[in-house]
């Protein structure tokens, strides 16, 4: 089974984005909550990580958390999905294990 990262920080504010997605195996999945979710945004800096984390497996934003930084679902990097909570615990669920990047 694959592992879980969450990315909390801005990826203005901290390099936590890019130091996970240096880390990524095949099949792991990044949820970006927070502040973290800013990285989601098409045209950020953080394009090229999330791009990368995606060849080698999903990537996720917490929807209430891009809705209350003003992010739209067609704002985000192509290939970056959507989850509620719910969909936030069935993540948690499907990894082996979760390791959060602070």
């Known amino acids: 089974m694959s592992t879980l990262?969450?990315?909390?920080?801005?990826?203005f504010?901290?390099?936590a984005?890019?130091?996970c997605?240096?880390?990524l195996l095949t099949g792991d999945a990044v949820?970006?909550?927070e502040d973290g979710v800013l990285g989601a945004r098409e045209g950020s800096a953080a394009v090229a990580a999330v791009?990368?984390?995606?060849e080698s497996g999903s990537v996720y934003a917490l929807a209430p958390d891009c809705t209350a930084r003003g992010i739209k679902p067609d704002d985000l990097i192509e290939g970056v999905q959507l989850v509620d909570y719910?969909?936030?615990v069935d993540l948690v669920a499907q990894h082996r294990r979760t390791v959060a990047w602070l």
């Open 5 to 11: 990262h969450t990315v909390n920080k801005s990826p």
């Open 13 to 15: 504010e901290r390099n």
């Open 17 to 19: 984005l890019m130091s």
């Open 21 to 23: 997605t240096g880390h």
């Open 31 to 33: 949820l970006m909550i």
């Open 51 to 54: 791009q990368a984390a995606l």
């Open 86 to 88: 719910a969909g936030f």
